[in-house]
């Protein structure tokens, strides 16, 4: 296997480029590192899976690279922009509208249907009332759930909450998904099912997919796979055929 | 769009709670509805007792204190049978003259001292009068002596009158009577005798227009019967002041009263200008007892002045303590409700939710909570007001007597010993009237009763907001792994 600890990826066309990020957390005026020294270039339409036990890194690291948290240290640069240093306001804009998000947990607004769950994520971008109700539809059909728009979440399966999650990710068209444990609720049927889906939507729209996962079946999917051990990051190159 | 569906789906998932803040808000400002709503009724009777003792239109009123009384003006003794057997006779005797026989009848002046008219037109012209009129409040005193020894000395009989400034119909006591039937005065009334009649003492002994009622021995005719919004110490009978005057005796010093007077009514320019009107008119006439209506309001004692303190007190800080406790309740269950979303709230973070989005979020669904809360708090404001109205016993006020001058008699009989059998002075100076009470929601009450609710919703949802406001998108997130 190759496997780069800690490298730069020479290509002059990334994404994203990190720089010696480190996060730390304070509990109790212990230090607690979760990232350490981490450089990393991520290429636009890469899939990139992140491995890792609990507890290791992996989480802090999609949070990092999705603009939820800032760096301790270093340099977290997507598309020209430093999310280290950005105002909170342009972290937030940014979020609004290059980032996708999907969640182990699927985190869909309980009282909201799902075409509502995936309109969530077109209020920030402040497109109209009209255009937005079209982009739900098509990104509900694009995940074979056209035919439930006005269901509630409880009334969905766990797969098919899960592909509501993901519709609303790809609604505003970002440039990166970032998809923490997404089949971690899922069964193995299910979980195939939401993968397929993924590497579909992945290639279809030339995406740029971040995934951390421990399920190695699921991490072999993605093209380079990232290993996450006490806050550092090793990366094996081009895994996938 | 998507906030309203955003709001009512909530409010829907959390009804039981929506419910339970609703009703707590509604509770409190129920309260205040009916708190207000019953002090506005005490205050309403209040005012309807101060304006049958000194007409509507009434600011100040101006009196002096009665002179001590030079001497023992009537009295009276019976005499026993003499050793020649003569039956004895009651006697009584005033001003330095004493009766046996006959009918004593004496218009009188008790409660308050003699002022001269131009009193009256020297008050109207202060700077911050509008108008002042002149009043003559008088007690007519009637003594029936019995024509033969074997009859019993009756009782003697009083009835207030009130000398009536007719070019002035605004001001004094008979300006906040409704006629009821025949007319009011005249200006060609002035030197007549004419009356006017309250309605009970009407029914009372069964006057008609065009009868006679009999004032200091003189017939007037009763051109007109009215009623006074307050069944109590209204005068009885009205008569011109001119009449008054020329009838009248000062109680104190046994002399006539004419071109005298012994009440002077007095509006101010304006209600902000009445501190000034008395400290003008205490300057004028420095002897004089200068009284505005809110003097007298503090003079009402009796259930309707205790009613007036308890929801004014007692009821105001019992609503300010409910609110207290529904805002605070209303806070802590939205604060709780925040914390239970904090996985939503992180996640519309991460999806790109601008903080005040999800603040206003928060703030929209306590506010219509509080809004609920307030047109809840409204109906049970009206159910309270309706229920004080049904159950809410007749108010007593005790209250200063317009008129005085009574008799203060004590009847012995024929053959009793020698000795005084009646005296006159002022009589008692006080009223107890029933007053019946009618609370009624006010606009006002209806204005706060909103204001509070969105005060209400704002608040509580003020705390939520700022708790959510706060959260860190991956903290949040963290939350939910």
Redesign the interface.
């Known amino acids: 296997m190759d496997i780069t600890h800690g490298t730069v990826s020479p290509a002059e066309n990334t994404v994203y480029r990190l720089a010696g990020v480190s996060k730390i957390y304070r509990k109790g005026g212990r230090e607690i590192p979760a990232v350490i020294d981490l450089d990393l270039d991520i290429k636009p339409g890469e899939w990139l899976a992140v491995q890792g036990k609990t507890g290791h890194g992996k ?1 802090t690291l999609l ?1 990092l690279l ?1 603009g ?2 800032r760096p301790s240290r270093g340099s977290v640069e997507f598309g020209g922009t430093d999310l280290a240093k950005a105002t909170e306001s342009q972290v ?2 940014v ?3 290059s980032f996708g ?1 999907i ?3 699927f ?1 869909l ?4 249907t799902a075409a ?1 769950n995936a ?3 077109l ?3 402040g497109i109209s ?1 009209a255009n937005r109700r079209e982009r739900v539809s098509k990104a509900l059909d694009s995940v074979g759930l056209g035919d439930r728009a006005q269901h509630l979440p409880a009334e969905l399966s766990g797969g098919q909450q899960q592909r509501v999650a993901i519709a ?1 990710a790809l609604v505003k068209e970002p440039r990166v998904l970032l998809a923490d444990e997404p089949t971690g609720n899922l069964d193995e049927d299910t979980r195939d099912e939401i993968i397929a889906l993924l590497d579909t939507l992945w290639r279809e729209r030339e995406l740029t997919l971040i995934l951390v996962t421990h399920d190695s079946v699921v991490a072999r999917r993605a093209q380079r796979i990232g290993l996450m051990r006490n806050g550092r990051l090793s990366i094996r190159q081009d895994t996938r055929a | 769009m998507f906030f309203l569906t955003y709001l009512r789906r909530e409010l829907r998932r959390r009804m039981r709670q929506a419910i339970f803040i609703a009703l707590g808000l509604a509770i409190g400002i129920g309260l205040v509805i009916t708190v207000m709503g019953a002090s506005a009724g005490v205050k309403a009777a209040q005012a309807k007792v101060l304006r049958a003792l000194y007409g509507i239109g009434t600011d100040v009123t101006v009196t002096t204190k009665p002179k001590p009384l030079s001497s023992r003006p009537t009295s009276g003794r019976a005499t026993g049978p003499g050793p020649g057997g003569n039956a004895g006779h009651a006697t009584v005797c005033l001003n330095g003259k004493c009766y046996t026989s006959g009918t004593i009848d004496t218009l009188v002046s008790g409660d308050h001292g003699a002022l001269s008219a131009a009193t009256a037109t020297k008050i109207a012209q202060l700077n911050h009068v509008s108008a002042a009129a002149a009043g003559l409040l008088l007690t007519d005193n009637r003594i029936v002596l019995p024509k033969t020894s074997s009859s019993q000395l009756q009782p003697p009989t009083s009835i207030s009158v009130d000398g009536t400034d007719i070019s002035h119909p605004r001001l004094g006591p008979l300006s906040n009577a409704s006629l009821t039937k025949g007319r009011t005065f005249t200006s060609q009334d002035a030197n007549a005798n004419v009356a006017v009649v309250d309605a009970s003492y009407a029914t009372a002994h069964k006057l008609t227009l065009g009868e006679a009622v009999t004032i200091a021995n003189k017939k007037f005719t009763v051109v007109g019967i009215v009623t006074q919004p307050q069944a109590g110490s209204p005068p009885q009978v009205y008569i011109p002041l001119q009449r008054a005057q020329a009838l009248a005796t000062d109680l104190a010093t046994g002399k006539a009263m004419t071109k005298q007077i012994n009440t002077v009514y007095v509006t101010a320019a304006s209600a902000a200008d009445i501190g000034a009107v008395q400290k003008e008119i205490q300057h004028l006439l420095p002897q004089a007892t200068v009284t505005s209506s809110s003097d007298l309001a503090s003079e009402i004692t009796g259930s309707a002045a205790s009613a007036a303190k308890l929801a004014g007190a007692l009821g105001r800080w019992l609503a300010v303590l409910v609110l207290i406790a529904a805002f605070a309740v209303a806070s802590l269950l939205t604060m709780a409700a925040v914390a239970r979303r904090v996985p939503e709230f992180g996640t519309l973070k991460a999806l790109g939710w601008r903080s005040g989005r999800i603040v206003s979020q928060v703030l929209g669904e306590s506010v219509s909570t509080g809004i609920i809360g307030g047109a809840l708090g409204v109906g049970l404001g009206f159910a309270g007001v309706a229920i004080i109205d049904k159950i809410a016993p007749k108010l007593s006020a005790t209250v200063p007597s317009a008129t005085g001058g009574g008799l203060q008699t004590q009847v012995a009989g024929p053959g009793g010993g020698a000795g005084p059998v009646s005296g006159v002075g002022p009589a008692a100076s006080h009223t107890t009237i029933a007053v019946p009470m009618s609370a009624s929601v006010t606009v006002t009450a209806i204005v706060l009763a909103v204001l509070l609710a969105i005060a209400g919703g704002l608040l509580a949802g003020s705390f939520g907001g700022w708790r959510a406001a706060r959260l860190r998108p991956a903290a949040a997130l963290t939350r939910v792994a």
């Open positions: 989480t949070q999705g939820l948290d937030r804009s979020r609004a509208s998000f969640f182990q947990t985190n607004v309980p009282t909201l509502e309109e969530a994520a209020i920030p971008l009332h609303r």
